[in-house]
């Protein structure tokens, strides 16, 4: 059982910043591959971005390309997301996930985190 802890979600306004966290075990770091993800109301959950633990490689969504970034602090045990230029369409619930290398599913869920964006 890996149990991941979000923080950083928040009310900004359109063109604002946030930096969203992502605590995950420090014995589990290692087999993971990590995952933003977000819902927004009556809309189906997506991904915004994902990291392999190693960092060698990740990806976006193409509404984050340009204006975020995930990152990993080895020292902190955390899986960050930079979100730049926010705009209301990116107000959402975001989920940090996980699953374990070479499974096609995440696994692992937060509990979410909720960003709001003002216009």
């Known amino acids: 059982q890996v149990t991941l802890v979000e923080s950083g979600g928040g009310l900004v306004q359109d063109g604002g910043s946030l930096r969203l966290s992502c605590t995950v075990p420090a014995d589990s770091f290692g087999r993971l591959v990590m995952g933003w993800f977000r819902q927004a109301p009556g809309k189906e959950r997506e991904i915004v971005a994902a990291?392999?633990?190693?960092?060698?490689?990740?990806y976006y969504s193409d509404s984050a390309k340009g204006r975020f970034a995930i990152s990993r602090d080895v020292r902190r045990n955390t899986v960050d997301l930079q979100m730049n230029s926010l705009k209301p369409e990116d107000t959402a619930v975001y989920y940090c996930?996980?699953?374990?290398?070479?499974?096609?599913?995440?696994?692992?869920w937060g509990q979410g985190t909720q960003v709001t964006v003002s216009s």
């Open positions: 990291i392999a633990w190693s960092a060698s490689s990740s």
């Open positions: 996930a996980a699953k374990l290398r070479g499974e096609s599913k995440y696994a692992y």
